[in-house]
Nanobody, 118 residues
Framework: QVQLVESGGGFVQPGGSLRLSCATSGFTFNNSTLAWFRQAPGKERELVAKSNSNGFLASTTYASSVRGRFTISRDKAKNTMYLQMNSLKPEDTAVYYC?????????WGQGTRVTVSS
């Protein structure tokens, strides 16, 4: 059973940083494409960053709105994925979720809330 648990969200001022974590289990981490998504109030859930892996090589893609500010990474030893978020803006305020990509509908977790405000 695929399990994904997000953590690391919080309240931060504009320009600040946060690192989100996604602890995973129930699938082959090294060979899976994983992604971070977010859903802002009143908006659809959107893809933020994606990490493709074939076990040896990894590639990443980012939404244009976060490229250059966010970095997705993964720790194979811990089966954990991260999202380092720098230079945060108020428009980054959302609940952040991790999932495989394409996402498994039944595997959405509670998410972790990020609020960027002065």
């Amino acid at each position: 059973q695929v399990q994904l648990v997000e953590s690391g969200g919080g309240f931060v001022q504009p320009g600040g940083s946060l690192r989100l974590s996604c602890a995973t289990s129930g699938f082959t981490f090294n060979n899976s494409t994983l992604a971070w998504f977010r859903q802002a109030p009143g908006k659809e859930r959107e893809l933020v960053a994606k990490s493709n892996s074939n076990g040896f090589l990894a590639s990443t893609t980012y939404a244009s709105s976060v490229r250059g500010r966010f970095t997705i990474s993964r720790d194979k030893a811990k089966n954990t994925m991260y999202l380092q978020m720098n230079s945060l803006k108020p428009e980054d305020t959302a609940v952040y979720y991790c999932n495989l990509h394409p996402p498994i509908p039944t595997s959405w977790g509670q998410g972790t809330r990020v609020t960027v405000s002065s």
